[in-house]
């Protein structure tokens, strides 16, 4: 099994109180849904992991990135879990929450955003068809499900539709890399609310360079998690980056997870990045 864990970050400064975002108009609610081939869902549990080295800018030695990717195929085998042992509001780390979990179930990666001062995660979060909470319905910002037919849901959604619909795992990200195939990352800026991470304007998040963690699948429902390393503001990928990443990958539909100071890959019990939070 692979689990997605809440938690994680530090991709900057400190924020001002929330003073909300413009709530998306049911036009502006965009959003995927896919039902993985049948041989994909009955696929029994199988991480390929794979580490890279790769440039997206071959006129820039120093733009080069190392990364891992994790291929986890059957949707099914993912979950989203909130921090442990306490859930959202505890400040742990994403690795220490992670280490339990990989050790018994593989893999395990740090997901969803938090509030750096409080703790509080952001977002919509369902874990194992439990609503561990929803967003404020002005904070729309990228999530990556799961229904419990296996069927993937990418996009925008309500906290009634949360609460509603049959999602088994829900995680929010920030930013929308690829849609359906292309790039949907400008459409994302101008779409998502920017209080969901603390790094500046949506724009300066996404240019900064840092270490990134990204959801997707690609076109049979195969589920792909890329990781790459890096410090904020000194070097890493720039969601540019992960958008070529992630096509480079075959993904059709990626989301930008929450990376910087402690993304945290982990595979059976083992740190397989290097996160950066307490260097
Ligand atoms: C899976 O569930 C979703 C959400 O209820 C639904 O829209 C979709 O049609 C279902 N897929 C299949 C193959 O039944
Ligand atoms: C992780 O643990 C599983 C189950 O114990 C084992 O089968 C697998 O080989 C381990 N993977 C690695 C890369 O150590």
Redesign the pocket.
């Known amino acids: 099994m692979l689990f997605l864990l809440l938690a994680v970050s530090v991709l900057g400064d400190g924020v001002k109180e929330d003073e909300g975002c413009p709530a998306l108009r049911d036009d502006q609610l965009v959003r995927v849904r896919l039902d993985p081939e049948e041989d994909v869902l009955r696929r029994p549990f199988h991480a390929e992991?794979q580490p890279f080295y790769a440039t997206t800018d071959w006129e820039s030695p120093e733009r080069f990135l190392v990364g891992y990717t994790v291929e986890v195929g059957n949707p099914l085998h993912l979950s989203a879990h909130p921090p442990s042992p306490e859930g959202c509001g505890e400040r742990s780390r994403a690795r220490d929450t992670a280490a339990p979990i990989a050790?018994c179930r593989?893999v395990a990666v740090s997901a969803g955003f938090f509030d750096t001062r409080t703790g509080r995660c952001y977002g919509h979060l369902v874990s194992g068809g439990r609503v561990v909470q929803t967003a404020e319905p002005w904070r729309f910002n990228a999530h990556f499900g799961l229904f419990r037919n296996g069927s993937i849901f990418v996009g925008y959604v309500r906290p009634e539709e949360v609460r509603e619909w049959p999602f088994k795992e829900l995680v929010g990200g920030v930013l929308w890399l690829i849609k359906d195939g292309r790039s949907f990352f400008d459409q994302s800026i101008r779409l998502e609310c920017g209080k969901t991470q603390e790094t500046g304007s949506l724009r300066e998040f996404a240019e900064v360079k840092s270490a990134r963690v990204i959801l997707g699948h690609d076109e049979r429902g195969q589920v792909k998690i890329i990781v790459v390393e890096g410090k904020t503001r000194k070097f890493g990928a720039t969601l540019k980056d992960m958008e070529i990443l992630a096509i480079s990958q075959g993904l059709v539909n990626a989301v930008n997870l929450d990376g910087g100071g402690s993304a945290a890959l982990l595979?059976?019990s083992?740190l397989l990045n290097l996160p950066t939070d307490s260097w």
């Open positions: 992991f050790s593989r595979l059976n083992t």
